[in-house]
């Protein structure tokens, strides 16, 4: 089955600079790729997904990159700030199974 | 996501006592699904349901069951038999299986 690892698992940044988090997948066959973000007791809140067909896709500061070949896709957040600290987590699914989650990236960002 | 919702925000149990958690969701769903999040561990799928009157098991169901009598509602009970139960319990739903997923505010089950 579907195996997703996510790194690093801790992240501290400068307000301003840019962060990125990687996650590589197992199943060639995923096709689905969404990213979370979830702040401390809440629930997770989707920020940006990318399919199979798409090498990347933007939204304001946020970006996501997929490397299909090489099974890695990653989060890009440019000119960070503080209310960008929390729990992200990857996911990746092929068609017709469940989500893998990937474990979390806890993301500080320092003022 | 605001359209689902989940009950209570904190519950306490007992050793050897069955407990019910609430999800319901007013977006027209087909798809739910439980998960449990331990600290610094990714979500894991207990159970999910495609469709009213089914549902399949997840990665780890031992221990928990559901029930899907209205596509509005799929409550997790968490059985006796579940000897950890201490965790966040989010829920969550979807169009169709191959749609994104949207998740309730979650749950933290506590053992006295």
């Known amino acids: 089955g579907e195996n997703v690892e996510q790194h690093p698992s801790t992240l501290s940044v400068q307000e301003g600079d840019s962060a990125v988090i990687k996650c590589t997948y197992s199943?060639?066959?995923?096709?689905?790729f969404p990213w979370y973000k979830q702040e401390l007791g809440k629930r997770p809140q989707l920020i940006i997904d990318i399919r199979s067909n798409v090498g990347e896709k933007k939204d304001q500061r946020i970006a996501v990159t997929l490397n299909k070949t090489a099974k890695h896709f990653s989060l890009h957040i440019t000119e960070t700030q503080p209310e960008d600290s929390a729990v992200y987590f990857c996911?990746?699914?092929?068609?017709?199974?469940?989500?893998?989650f990937g474990p979390g990236t806890r993301l500080s960002v320092l003022p | 996501d605001g359209g689902i919702t989940q009950s209570p925000k904190y519950l306490f149990r007992k050793e050897g006592q069955n407990v019910t958690l609430s999800c319901e969701q007013n977006l027209n769903h087909d798809a739910m699904y439980w998960y449990r999040q331990d600290p610094g561990q990714g979500l894991r799928l207990i159970y999910y349901s495609q469709i009213v009157n089914d549902f399949q098991k997840g990665d780890i169901a031992e221990g928990y069951s559901v029930s899907r009598e209205k596509k509005e509602s799929f409550p997790l009970t968490v059985t006796s038999a579940q000897k950890n139960p201490t965790a966040f319990y989010l829920c969550?739903?979807?169009?169709?299986?191959?749609?994104?997923?949207?998740f309730g505010p979650g749950t933290r089950l506590l053992v006295l």
């Open positions: 996911a990746a699914r092929e068609y017709g199974q469940n989500f893998v």
């Open positions: 199943d060639s066959a995923s096709n689905y």
């Open positions: 969550a739903s979807s169009i169709g299986t191959e749609e994104t997923q949207y």
